[in-house]
């Protein structure tokens, strides 16, 4: 079975750092898509920041210059950094991967979700 760990939200202050983590397991697919995404009380879910294979990372524009998206193959392991935090960050953050089946439907897997409240 395949899943999606994450780590990393908390409390932070405003103009602070994060670093989330997701961790995947249980899978020998080719990964074709992963990213992180948000949803914040009262709104819906949106991405973030995603990573296409063979392309360069994409981000939505409230978040550009301030957040990164990378993986470590060796580690089977996504992250996202967060820097220059901003009250509008507060949300839980979902880690999400698509995976390649020869023959089958697209695999898509979610993380559990993590909780990043930025507050003074």
């Known amino acids: 079975q395949v899943q999606l760990v994450e780590s990393g939200g908390g409390l932070v202050q405003p103009g602070g750092s994060l670093r989330l983590s997701c961790a995947a397991s249980?899978?020998?697919?080719?990964?074709?898509?992963m990213g992180w995404y948000r949803q914040a009380p009262g709104k819906e879910r949106e991405l973030v920041a995603g990573?296409?294979?063979?392309?360069?990372?994409n981000y939505v524009d409230s978040v550009k210059g301030r957040f990164t998206i990378s993986r470590d193959n060796a580690k089977n392991t996504m992250y996202l950094q967060m820097n220059s935090l901003k009250p509008e960050d507060t949300a839980v953050y979902y880690c999400?991967?698509?995976?390649?089946?020869?023959?089958?439907?697209?695999?898509?897997?979610w993380g559990q979700g993590t909780l990043v409240t930025v507050s003074s």
């Open positions: 999400h991967t698509r995976f390649f089946r020869p023959g089958l439907p697209y695999l898509e897997v």
């Open positions: 249980g899978s020998t697919f080719t990964v074709q898509a």
């Open positions: 990573l296409i294979s063979g392309d360069s990372a």
